[in-house]
């Protein structure tokens, strides 16, 4: 007669606990090719309990199966496994495919064969990541109830250390980034899932902050777990659903940790005056052992949440600090901007004031000598009683020498006040034919003097946007140069017209022309060209360079063309007959 615990006896599944019944199950595989031996099993586990958990006894029939099965459902416990299905090795193989492929090292793995000797055992173990390796001889109802209850036991601390694990990497993730409210929703995070671990249950749970211990403060949901996930986030207790909100008013009017039933919650009060309240819901009430490890951990909340906000809070301070030193960098560097402008205007202004000096030295020394000469000459004459005729003779060359004199100064002005930085242009419409008219006319005399004639030719009306002075200057100088450079008795033509919607203004004499060295030199200041004046006119080199400083800041185009020495000038203005 068999021994008791070698017989299987049938248990009817409707005489199970109801309490066992509907709470979580383990879950184990039976992976075997044989219907009977997932019909004996089932019949032998058919009222195994461990910690008030049942069974979920889930088959596969082959190691594909097994393969399937196993990538389904990766929360399995233990794996009862035939060592040969489909092929002598089919067990072993879906052994390897768990371990390497899958990557699941907590399933607990029984390995049974109905024919040990193809498969020695220590070969087996040694070589395998397996936990268990029995013949199904070996299996009697009581010796598959202690293999399977040391391998769920043997997964249940594996679990508990995966758990932990996560639980501490999760804080030591936050405890990293703690600069931001969101590092802080991090560590609030890690703290539900550690007490989690450490209590070895899934529990949903909720944790809130409120910044200070007025009873009116409202707080905010840093973190949530099951149930509790929907409420990250809220920043108002209203939000909350009702009992909910009564639980966690309660715990902060409390002061201190509750354990009522299959509810926990703990109370921390940090070292800044903020608190923070933590309310799990358990599958089972704890034991004196579980609340004295939730209470010691509780007591370390304090100073991690205080770390938190002493790091938000030198955050805060080293923004704040690096915000001020960029704006006393960015006024430095304004300031280093401003000095090195007004340091090159100074050296500007230093240049030209020794080119003025280098210019009066030179120009104005001719004039001031015949001034002289001539003044002695005449204070001579009048001592000696000279005629009137000669007398006036030498007035009269003291007057030109004035003139030149006035001359020269009037052009230094102007290209000093053409230098000047908050020059500005005013610009109005003007009828350019009436102005260029008005120009030569005021050159007439200086022409008659040397026999020579002004012809304007413009169509009225013609309305340019400009400076009206400042053009009048420009014309001015153009055309007192084209008499300077005329011979006696030549021609001088000003032509106005219009090209592109631009207003084209066109000086043309039939002076000495321009050698191309003069017009690649042409516009610069203080520049002295090849030909000379025909009248004995002076030249300050300065009258050209202004006119095209003018034209450049109406935005417009100067201009100069010549066949080659002997053959006459050309000079173009183009400027925009509207405003630029």
């Known amino acids: 007669m068999a021994e008791q615990d070698d017989v299987l006896h049938l248990i009817d599944d409707s ?42 006894i889930l088959s596969a029939y082959s190691g594909s199966e097994g393969r399937t099965l196993m990538r389904a459902h990766p929360d399995i416990a233990a794996v009862l496994l035939d060592v040969i299905m489909e092929t002598d090795a089919a067990g072993l193989d879906l052994v390897e495919y768990i371990r390497n492929e899958l990557r699941n090292e907590t399933v607990r793995i029984i390995l049974r064969t109905g024919q040990p000797g193809q498969a020695p055992e220590r070969r087996v173990i040694v070589q395998y990541d397996i936990n268990d390796y029995k013949a199904k001889t070996e299996l009697t109802a009581d010796k598959l109830f202690t293999s399977l209850t040391a391998a769920l036991r043997s997964y249940q601390q594996l679990e508990r250390m995966v758990q932990t694990r996560r639980g501490l990497e999760i804080i030591i993730d936050a405890a990293s980034t703690l600069y931001d409210f969101k590092s802080m929703q991090r560590l609030a995070e890690g703290v539900l899932t550690q007490i989690a671990s450490l209590l070895n249950v899934d529990c949903a749970g909720i944790l809130v902050l409120r910044d200070g211990g007025d009873a009116n403060d409202d707080f905010s949901v840093l973190a949530g777990s099951g149930c509790y996930s929907r409420f990250i986030g809220t920043t108002s207790a209203k939000s909350l659903d ?20 299959q509810r926990t919650v703990l109370y921390v009060r940090t ?37 938190v906000i002493l790091y938000q809070q030198l955050q805060q301070a080293n923004t704040q600090l690096e915000d001020r030193v960029t704006q006393r960098t960015r006024a430095l560097m304004q300031a280093n901007r401003r000095l090195s402008a007004q340091w090159l205007r100074l050296q500007r202004a230093n240049g030209f004031k020794n080119e003025i000096l280098g210019t009066v030295a030179h120009d104005l020394k001719n004039p001031l000598s015949v001034i002289l000469g ?42 000093a006040m053409a230098d000047a930085f908050d020059i500005t242009i005013r610009r109005e419409p003007v009828d350019i034919a009436a102005l260029v008219g008005e120009v030569a006319d005021a050159n007439q005399p200086l022409a008659v003097n040397k026999q020579q004639s002004i012809t304007v030719s413009a169509s009225p009306n013609h309305t340019t946007v400009c400076d009206a002075d400042r053009i009048r200057e420009a014309i001015d100088n153009l055309i007192s140069n084209a008499i300077k450079y005329s011979p006696i008795g030549g021609k001088i033509s000003v032509q106005v017209g219009e090209d ?5 203004i066109r000086v043309v004499d039939e002076g000495a022309g321009l050698s191309p060295e003069d017009l690649g030199r042409l516009f610069g200041r203080f520049q002295r060209l090849s030909a000379k004046p025909t009248g004995g006119e002076s030249s300050t080199g300065l009258g050209l360079s202004i006119v095209k400083r003018i034209i450049d800041m109406h935005g417009g185009e100067v201009t100069a063309n010549s066949a080659g020495p002997g053959q006459g000038s050309t000079f173009t203005i183009t400027l925009p007959a509207t405003d630029v």
Do not use: C
């Not at 595989?29 to 099993?41: C, F, K, M, S």
């Not at 309240?277 to 370390?300: C, K, M, N, W, Y």
């Not at 001579?380 to 100064?409: F, P, Y």
């Open 500 to 504: 592109s919607k631009m207003t084209v």
């Open 242 to 261: 009702a009992d909910l909100r009564s639980m966690v008013e309660a715990a902060f009017k409390r002061r201190k940790h509750e354990f009522v039933d």
């Open 374 to 415: 001539r003044t002695e000459m005449l204070t001579e004459l009048i001592a000696a009683g000279s005629s009137r005729d000669n007398v006036t003779s030498q007035v009269e060359h003291i007057r030109d020498a004035t003139k030149r004199l006035t001359s020269m100064v009037d052009h230094l002005i102007s290209d």
């Open 15 to 56: 005489g199970a606990d109801p309490e066992v019944s509907g709470a979580r199950k383990w879950k184990i595989a039976v992976i075997d090719d044989d219907q009977a031996v997932h019909e004996g099993t089932r019949f032998a586990l058919s009222d195994y309990s461990l910690n008030g958990q049942g069974l979920e």
């Open 271 to 307: 070292g800044s005056g903020r608190e923070v309240v933590v309310l799990l819901q358990a599958e089972r009430q704890l034991s004196e052992t579980d609340r004295s490890l939730v209470e010691i951990f509780g007591s370390r909340l304090s100073i991690a949440f205080d770390n």
